[in-house]
């Protein structure tokens, strides 16, 4: 009888081991969406979302999700570092400044904040996730690049709409404004100028208070989270030096946990945006503490492990290194045939008198930033690849990301001065008329950086080695070549067919251009320039001189800070005019009209309907 | 449109008096208002396909605001050119010269149109281009 209980007990013992083993597993391999060695009161993990057709996630998605992480991770451990090596700075003076290392115990706080992965119902999304410093803090999976184009959040596999934005210089942009002489508004942050930077008087400060609270990036449901999450950091007593002892004694209820493992937009929360009940007092604090979390992480962007100024360019402006033939005829190119320089502003030039020849030199100690600040609608064609077209249909959580499915339109700065889906409230109504002249608008990017990628994948251009990214708002550009040839010859090749629908004897991108997604407002400084193949390919040689990290002293080595991070593949073959036709997939037709939820919202697109 | 643009403008010029910003030196730098802007090439026919037509024309630099439109007026009769196309440009600073496009859409098939071209400031003034009436037919 005893030697039957103990086989029983035996055999119990064994269930409940193997249950655990692949429960932990399913957990932490396939589903890559649990909260490890963390309670909660979830007893199974939700089920994946995946409302996709074949094809439209990549095959390597979980795999490369967990690299990435594994990589923030690394980083995360690195400014726990950091930290404890930093002589603690002392608070003094009127008013009380921290003296010393203030500026390196703000901006290492950031960076700790950037890459916590704690920063997400699921425990799992750092903002690093989908800006990693190896591309210039874009996106990191080259995978994602080619195929969904946004990345996917907390609790997989919502995504979101667009592509991930370069960290470097975006401090720099000014608080979105209006140019009365020009009736044109300029800063911002984000691809449609959402982050206005109007509160905090710091556009990317705001910018970094977006996706924590973002639907399908870390999804948190309240931005109470942060300060609760912040509560059991390992650097909380940094953020005590930095904000004050206190700042974060906020008496949260005792259902916090279980409403922040919770993604935002659960049918359980309905409408309301601060699920937590505090007292007023603690909502207080806790919105001062996600003021401090966008300042924080905006000052690391802002200062040298982000934003250096350590281009080629940058060493060519100060003397300290002669331009490569092709590199001064990318240069002068950039500022004259190639007209790139009326919106990535070079700084420098000046109006050349008749006679006079641009001899591609700048002031001395200069540090242009090679965008207008402006907003700008290239014509490109709606991508039918990213990953928002398919989120029609309820998650696990009772959430739509996007219920009109192929009726969406990207308007960009149009939709977000009507506060209009998929983009944030304006909180300027003044500027509500000028919407249908911003329609289309995305935000001009400075060049610097935009060819950054991993050593041991040198460039972004096939045939490689090279680091697989993804150029504009939609991704739907997939080399510099392509970027280039775009500008040059969008209005020499255009075909009234969308993408994936180019005529037989034609190749999309490189002899056919596919019609605009939004017609209305597209720039037409460029799209016919003229460029022969060779100069197209010296303004990409010149692009990539905007890399930060040159060293003139040892210039086959990048200075960059966490460069050296990426632990994944770099990709080799075929062209950089045709790299990633292979994925191209026909958009559907006929493509739905665009939702009246986007485009019937007055001020209606003039001077034409949007179809 | 205009009284908007003007109630625009105070309200920015107000904002702009109580606050000033280190970074404005980046935008777009305003260049000097030409005091006469001269159409030196075109207007032409650069594209002309089934949904698509593209006129061009050079000029020198206008200055003034860096964001200019391309203005097309056209129209079946040259004695009433009552429709308008407009399309956005940047003003290049380091060029002498500024080419201007504007892309015309849902055009008539195997129609001839007549044109006159002018181009403005983004704020709708005008840079007061004197151009000749052309034409051209749609495929």
């Not at chain 2, 207007?43 to 605001?65: C, D, H, M, Q, V």
Request: proline share 10%; aromatic share 10%.
């Amino acid at each position: 009888m005893r030697e039957r209980r103990l086989t029983a007990l035996v055999i119990l013992c064994a269930v409940v081991a193997a249950t655990l083993l692949i429960s932990t597993e399913f957990l932490s391999a396939q589903n890559g969406q649990g909260k490890e060695g963390k309670g909660g009161d979830r007893d199974t993990p939700p089920p994946f979302y995946n409302p996709y057709p074949p094809g439209i996630l990549p095959a390597d998605l979980l795999q490369e999700i967990e690299r990435v992480r594994g990589e923030v991770r690394f980083i995360e451990n690195e400014a726990l570092a950091e930290w404890q090596a930093l002589t603690p700075p002392t608070l003094t003076g009127q008013p009380p400044t921290l003296e010393g290392t203030g500026y390196q115990a703000v901006q290492t706080l950031g960076k700790l904040m950037n890459f916590d992965e704690h920063m997400s119902p699921f425990e799992n999304r750092a903002c690093g996730f989908c800006h990693m410093p190896y591309t210039g803090f874009s996106g990191p999976i080259p995978s994602v690049n080619l195929t969904m184009i946004a990345y996917p959040g907390s609790f997989q596999f919502r995504a979101g709409k667009r592509t991930a934005q370069r960290y470097t210089y975006s401090p720099r942009y000014p608080v979105l404004q209006l140019y009365p002489d020009q009736a044109l508004l300029f800063g911002g942050n984000f691809w449609d100028g959402r982050s206005t930077g109007y509160l905090l008087q710091s556009a990317d400060a705001e910018q970094a208070q977006h996706p924590p609270v973002d639907t399908q990036e870390h999804a948190l449901p309240d931005t109470a989270c942060i300060a609760f999450r912040l509560q059991t950091a390992a650097y909380r007593p940094l953020f005590e030096t930095v904000w004050g002892v206190g700042s974060l004694d906020i008496k949260f209820p005792h259902n916090t946990e279980e409403i922040c493992e919770t993604p935002g937009g659960a049918a359980v929360f309905g409408t309301n945006t601060m699920p937590i009940q505090l007292k007023p007092e603690d909502r207080a604090k806790a919105n001062s503490v996600y003021d401090h979390w966008g300042q924080s992480i905006s000052f690391f962007e802002d200062g040298p492990q982000v934003s250096p100024f350590t281009s080629k360019v940058d060493a060519n402006i100060n003397g300290l290194y002669t331009y490569t033939p092709d590199e001064l005829a990318g240069a002068i190119l950039f500022a004259g045939k190639g007209n790139c320089n009326s919106c990535h502003i070079d700084g420098q030039r000046t109006l050349l008198t008749p006679g006079q020849t641009d001899t591609g030199t700048y002031a001395v100690n200069a540090r242009p930033l090679f965008t207008c600040f402006g907003y700008s609608n290239l014509g490109l064609p709606l991508n039918p690849r990213d990953a928002f077209f398919y989120q029609t249909t309820p998650d696990f959580f009772g959430f739509t990301a996007n219920p009109l499915g192929f009726g969406y339109r990207d308007l960009g700065l149009g939709t977000f001065l009507r506060s209009g889906f998929g983009s944030a409230p304006n909180p300027n109504s003044a500027w509500i008329p000028l919407a249908p002249r911003m329609d289309g608008r995305q935000q001009v990017s400075t060049v610097r950086n935009v060819a950054m990628t991993p050593p041991q994948c040198p460039t972004t251009e096939a045939p490689g080695p090279y680091f697989q990214k993804e150029f504009f708002h939609n991704g739907y550009i997939k080399s510099l070549k392509q970027l280039v040839h775009f500008y040059n010859t969008r209005d020499k090749f255009p075909f009234p067919v969308t993408s994936g629908h180019c005529p037989a004897g034609t190749t999309e991108k490189v002899d056919c251009w596919p019609m605009p997604e939004v017609p209305d407002n597209i720039d037409m400084t460029v799209g016919n320039l003229g460029l022969t193949d060779q100069e197209e390919n010296q303004l990409v040689i010149i692009m990539q001189g905007l890399n930060d990290g040159f060293d003139p002293a040892n210039p086959s080595v990048s200075t960059y800070p966490d460069i050296n991070t990426f632990t994944g593949k770099c990709m080799t073959g075929g062209t950089a005019a045709t790299q990633g036709n292979e994925v191209l997939i026909p958009t559907p037709t006929p493509l739905p009209a665009c939702a009246s939820a986007v485009c019937g919202v007055p001020p209606l697109p003039a001077p034409k309907p949007i179809p | 449109m205009n009284k908007l643009l003007l109630k625009l403008a105070i309200a920015a010029a107000t904002g702009s008096l109580l606050s000033s910003n280190p970074t404005v030196a980046q935008l777009s730098p305003t260049t000097p208002k030409a005091a006469r802007v001269r159409i030196t090439q075109g207007p032409e026919l650069e594209l002309a396909k089934e949904y698509l037509t593209i006129i061009r024309w050079t000029t020198n630099n206008p200055g003034g605001s860096p964001e200019h439109f391309g203005v097309v007026h056209y129209g079946t009769d040259p004695k009433n050119l009552s429709q308008t196309a407009k399309s956005p440009i940047r003003l290049n600073p380091s060029h002498s010269s500024t080419i201007f496009r504007v892309r015309l859409q849902a055009l008539k098939p195997a129609t001839t149109y007549y044109y006159t071209v002018d181009s403005m400031e983004s704020n709708g003034k005008s840079d007061g281009v004197i151009s000749p009436v052309k034409k051209f037919t749609t495929p």
